[in-house]
């Protein structure tokens, strides 16, 4: 069955980094594309950043461009984002996702707070 366990989340002043990572188990990592969704207390989840299978084409939401950066292992079976100049409004549940699936994991914690 389908795993994805994600980590590396925290509490982090402004402008501070953060490495978030996804395990991912139970397909084949290499063939599906892999996106990051956030979900802040009271808003929707939104796509913040979306991964080819093979690495070489990314996408992001406008409000993070610039300032993370998705990649991925597929030695590794693992995903990350890099969260750099971190914002308050980044504070989220940071959950991935590979394409075309309805598994989620149980998702990471970003505070962005002073």
């Known amino acids: 069955q389908v795993q994805l366990v994600e980590s590396g989340g925290g509490l982090v002043q402004p402008g501070g980094s953060l490495r978030l990572s996804c395990l991912v188990s139970g397909f084949t990592f290499s063939t599906y594309a892999m996106t990051w969704y956030r979900q802040a207390p009271g808003k929707e989840r939104e796509l913040v950043a979306r991964?080819?299978?093979?690495?070489?084409?990314?996408n992001y939401a406008d409000s993070v461009k610039g300032r993370f950066t998705i990649s991925r292992d597929n030695a590794k079976n693992t995903v990350y984002l890099q969260m750099n100049s971190l914002k308050p409004e980044d504070t989220a549940d940071y959950y991935c996702k590979p394409s075309g699936s309805d598994d989620w994991g149980q998702g990471t914690q970003v505070t962005v707070s002073s």
């Open positions: 991964i080819s299978n093979g690495g070489s084409r990314t």
